[in-house]
């Protein structure tokens, strides 16, 4: 129940992304915090993603009390608000930003106009209601992808400053080997958090695994992780080495044979 403890190894970091492997949690203390006020919710178009990183940077410096701050790449966008009919500006951006903040609405709008006058943004829109707010964030939630064929969904992290080369590499790639196929991008970039959905039409001899093959060997090429937030599990494991190194691997493989010698917790995963 201590908030500082430095007493020795942090016991509790091992199940951190051990996927229960290396024993069961069966009991922990939460610690609760007040509900934050009023959120108003804000849509913004940009024109590059450096624009992307300079926004959530000035956000994080003048309005400090950032909810979510969720990117998503112009495919992303359109294919989304034209499936649920959200349209909340007349003219597509290569990038838009959902911000949300508990700070007074009247200081979010001058920020956002000083935005504007920077040229950081193009277009923005302030939700005036909580049906409109819930409007903009179905765009995010990107139901409407899961109707195309042979979805496949990526969790990456990488470097915040390197998001955007990723993804033009990683888009090319995909089109190159499948011209027809859907590339998505889109995420929660504050926490260097990418996802990246994709649907193709596989030729002869191809799978999920080709995507997986390509997808992650320029995840690696860019010093980035094949999983943020969603694990390894068994489908993930044949690319750990992409994201982890041999000795760190070898130490993954010391711990659990230590804490599970016999091999019975969640047998095949993450190692």
Known sequence: KMLKNNAGYDLKHLFIGSEGTLGLITRAVLRLHPLPGAITTAVCGLPRYEDVVTLLRRAQGELGSIMAFEALWRDYHAFNSAALKVHPFTEEQPFWVILDSSEPQDAIETFLGAMIEDGVIQDCAVAQSEQQARDF???????????????????????????????????????????????????????????????????????????????????????????????????????????????ELALMQTLKSALDPKGLLNPGKVL
């Open 137 to 247: 964030w179905s765009v995010r939630e990107g139901y409407p992808i899961d109707t195309l064929p042979n979805v496949v969904n990526f969790d990456v992290s990488l470097p915040i400053a390197d998001i955007g080369a990723f993804t033009e590499a990683c888009g090319a790639a995909l089109k190159s080997r499948w011209p027809s196929s859907h590339r998505f991008f889109y995420g929660h970039i504050g926490d260097s958090n990418l996802h990246i959905s994709t649907s193709i039409l596989y030729g002869p001899g191809e799978d999920m695994h080709s995507v997986d093959d390509l997808v992650y060997g320029i995840v690696k090429s860019h010093g980035g992780s094949i999983s943020a937030e969603h694990g390894i599990g068994t489908l993930k494991r044949p690319y750990l080495h992409l994201s982890r190194s041999p000795e």
